[in-house]
């Protein structure tokens, strides 16, 4: 069985920064795709960044310039790291992970148990 256990959220002041951690643990052959999802109260999860093994990144829009996403494969983990935050990014942040239980295996999405971050003075 395969977890995400998230850790990092909190309460931080508008301007403020934190850093998300995601580690996946278990049995499994390796971790490819790794992203941050988050969902505010009302609203439909959205996708915030992505990772892929080999360090390829992506972000939406609405955080570029102001978080960043890493891994460290030795680990399994991803990290994003939030900086000039705002009161609109307020939400369970949500880990997503691609994966495969065995080498050469298709690989398996899991989600981790989300982590609340709450940007308010």
């Known amino acids: 069985q395969v977890q995400l256990v998230e850790s990092g959220g909190g309460l931080v002041q508008p301007g403020g920064s934190l850093r998300l951690s995601c580690a996946a643990s278990g049995s499994f052959s390796r971790v490819d795709g790794m992203a941050w999802y988050r969902q505010a109260p009302g609203k439909q999860r959205e996708l915030v960044a992505t990772?892929?093994?080999?360090?390829?990144?992506t972000y939406a829009d609405s955080v570029k310039g102001r978080f960043t996403i890493s891994r460290d494969n030795a680990k399994n983990t991803v990290y994003l790291h939030m900086n000039s935050l705002k009161p609109e990014d307020t939400a369970v942040y949500y880990c997503?992970?691609?994966?495969?239980?065995?080498?050469?295996?298709?690989?398996?999405?899991?989600w981790g148990q989300g982590t609340q971050v709450t940007v308010s003075s």
């Open positions: 997503n992970a691609n994966v495969s239980p065995a080498p050469w295996a298709t690989g398996v999405y899991y």
């Open positions: 990772t892929t093994r080999y360090g390829t990144t």
